[in-house]
């Protein structure tokens, strides 16, 4: 870990100590397993893998409203109204950041966009480092939860996932260099390649690209940050084989972030198009 991830993984363990003074551990079990009797034992938004491997697209729209890097990028966003409005533009999935200090993010935030109607599996982005935010997790209505290798001992990584597969969630797995490959072998639901570096925050999509070919094959590959051109898409899915894309900023920065999605998408479609119309004049 570097300087940047290390401080926000320091701070999250003070977090979550004073979370437990707040709410139990006892009490956020008891909580936990009337919200899974609730949902007569379905996980909200269904799998999160299925959605990605059988979509045309694989967006994962992410609802951000601050990062380390950037500070606000859209203070005034609703979680009520912009993962709604994702959904109706053609998002396969949702990734909603709920880490409070250096995102802006809450918990509440996945329940209000439940509340309003928001049906495709959900990713609760945070900075998971102990069972008592797994369920936290499965309370609010997340479909799955973002587990990066970086934070996170080998066991350690394994023990989340394993309790994570217990409450009915998925799991995305989060590296970033040829060190943290060896927690592939825990074969989570989804292998993300983040093409940011966690400690200087510098982003490089060219990453997915190297990293892909030490994934296991046949799996649900996602690649994760700096992504802003329909092309770059088409590319990762043909050339490295991915099927998810997690894009956040791209979206959050302009007014709208559900038509700009949409916009995407209809680059993405048309560019998709175009290359099969030339591969098929070169051949001729």
Not at 87 to 116: C, P
Request: proline share 3%; glycine share 8%.
């Amino acid at each position: 870990m570097a300087d940047i991830l290390e401080e926000i993984v320091a701070h999250k363990r003070i977090e979550m100590e004073q979370r437990k003074r707040f709410i139990s551990p006892r009490q956020m079990i008891t909580l936990t397993d009337r919200k899974i009797k609730a949902d007569e034992g379905l996980t909200p938004g269904g799998s999160m893998r299925d959605a990605l491997m059988s979509s045309s697209t694989g967006i994962i729209a992410e609802f951000k409203r601050k990062s380390p890097s950037k500070g606000w990028i859209k203070k005034e966003g609703k979680a009520s109204v912009i993962p709604l409005g994702y959904q109706q533009n053609g998002a396969s999935a949702l990734s909603i950041l709920t880490d409070i200090d250096y995102f802006g993010g809450y918990d509440e935030y996945i329940q209000e966009a439940r509340h309003v109607g928001v049906t495709l599996p959900i990713l609760y982005k945070n900075f998971v480092v102990e069972e008592y935010q797994l369920l936290q997790a499965r309370y609010c209505g997340a479909s799955a939860v973002l587990l990066i290798a970086a934070c996170l001992t080998k066991q350690e990584c394994k023990d989340l996932l394993n309790m994570a597969h217990q409450l009915g969630l998925e799991v995305l797995l989060e590296m970033h260099n040829a060190q943290d490959f060896e927690y592939a072998e825990l074969a989570p639901d989804m292998y993300g390649i983040n093409n940011r570096n966690l400690g200087t925050f510098v982003t490089d999509v060219e990453n997915s690209f190297r990293l892909a070919e030490q994934l296991p094959k046949d799996v649900c590959r996602v690649s994760e940050s700096g992504i802003s051109n329909p092309e770059v898409v088409r590319r990762l899915r043909e050339e490295g084989g991915f099927r998810g894309f997690l894009m956040g900023e791209q979206f959050m920065k302009q007014t709208d972030p559900g038509i700009a999605l949409n916009e995407f998408i209809a680059n993405l479609v048309t560019e998709v198009f175009c290359k099969v119309l030339r591969t098929v004049f070169k051949a001729s």
